[in-house]
């Protein structure tokens, strides 16, 4: 269970347009840009989804002379299809983006998140990369790659990445929670450990990372620690904790 990290930054590719004469062309197409942008973030607070991509596709035609903005608006649009599980939808949203703005690694690693809840796991592994190619501290795009890696079965690849992460980002706890999870899968349940302790150490109240240290203690046949483990999940989220439950005791079957 790993929850991908998510940033929308659209306001600020709108009041950064250029200046002098080129900008005054382009004044009244980025004031309607900044205007839909109010528009889409209020619908988008209000749960008026669809509301809110129509004002961000909107954005992408108005500004359609200031790529930037106008692949900012696409990003924007895929992330709300990615909320509402609308992941082709997402998918061509975060194409136009990229299309618009082949630099933004901001669009290229988004689209990689869309390819990979489709699970075209290999295209969406050859996104996180060209996102990092694009920005070598992109800290989410790097993270994605070691989580692909994982979904292709290629353990050794995503525990180089989260082993990275954790040297260059040591305050980061979902590298040490996946770099966790990627040995206990490989059978290293004990290696494992003071991973899980360290990433429930930074964030103590993230029920997924006691799931997955209950997970590893079950991997080790370790049930009484599993079911510690579970009280945990339990006070922090309920529905986590039955869901870990059925885990259980499919385990002890």
């Given at each position: 269970m790993k929850p991908l990290l998510k940033t929308v930054i659209l306001t600020a590719l709108i009041l950064t347009s250029a200046s002098g004469a080129a900008a005054q062309t382009q004044t009244d197409p980025v004031k309607e840009a900044q205007r839909l942008t109010r528009v889409a973030q209020v619908a988008q607070q209000q749960g008026r989804l669809d509301d809110a991509i129509k004002a961000y596709q909107t954005i992408a035609v108005v500004a359609a002379s200031s790529p930037p903005i106008a692949s900012g608006a696409y990003v924007a649009a895929g992330d709300i299809y990615m909320m509402m599980g609308r992941f082709q939808d997402a998918a061509a949203a975060f194409r136009k983006a990229v299309a618009l703005d082949p630099q933004s690694a901001e669009a290229v690693n988004n689209l990689g998140e869309a390819l990979g809840e489709l699970k075209q796991y290999q295209p969406a592994l050859q996104a996180f990369q060209k996102a990092v190619a694009l920005d070598p501290k992109y800290l989410k795009a790097r993270y994605n790659m070691g989580?692909?890696?994982?979904?292709?079965?290629?353990?050794?690849?995503?525990?180089?990445?989260?082993?990275?992460?954790?040297?260059?980002?040591?305050?980061?706890?979902?590298?040490?929670?996946?770099?966790?999870?990627?040995?206990?899968?490989?059978?290293?349940?004990?290696?494992?450990?003071?991973?899980?302790?360290?990433?429930?150490?930074?964030?103590?109240?993230?029920?997924?990372?006691?799931?997955?240290?209950?997970?590893?203690?079950?991997?080790?046949?370790?049930?009484?620690?599993?079911?510690?483990?579970?009280?945990?999940v339990r006070s922090l989220d309920p529905a986590m904790a039955e869901h870990l439950n059925a885990v259980i005791a499919k385990r002890q079957r």
């Amino acid at each position: 269970m790993k929850p991908l990290l998510k940033t929308v930054i659209l306001t600020a590719l709108i009041l950064t347009s250029a200046s002098g004469a080129a900008a005054q062309t382009q004044t009244d197409p980025v004031k309607e840009a900044q205007r839909l942008t109010r528009v889409a973030q209020v619908a988008q607070q209000q749960g008026r989804l669809d509301d809110a991509i129509k004002a961000y596709q909107t954005i992408a035609v108005v500004a359609a002379s200031s790529p930037p903005i106008a692949s900012g608006a696409y990003v924007a649009a895929g992330d709300i299809y990615m909320m509402m599980g609308r992941f082709q939808d997402a998918a061509a949203a975060f194409r136009k983006a990229v299309a618009l703005d082949p630099q933004s690694a901001e669009a290229v690693n988004n689209l990689g998140e869309a390819l990979g809840e489709l699970k075209q796991y290999q295209p969406a592994l050859q996104a996180f990369q060209k996102a990092v190619a694009l920005d070598p501290k992109y800290l989410k795009a790097r993270y994605n790659m070691g989580v692909t890696y994982d979904r292709l079965g290629q353990n050794k690849y995503a525990e180089f990445i989260y082993r990275i992460l954790i040297r260059e980002f040591p305050n980061f706890p979902l590298a040490y929670d996946s770099l966790a999870v990627a040995l206990s899968k490989s059978g290293r349940g004990r290696e494992a450990i003071p991973f899980h302790e360290k990433a429930i150490s930074l964030v103590p109240k993230e029920a997924s990372f006691y799931y997955n240290f209950a997970v590893s203690y079950l991997m080790m046949g370790d049930l009484r620690k599993a079911q510690e483990q579970q009280q945990k999940v339990r006070s922090l989220d309920p529905a986590m904790a039955e869901h870990l439950n059925a885990v259980i005791a499919k385990r002890q079957r």
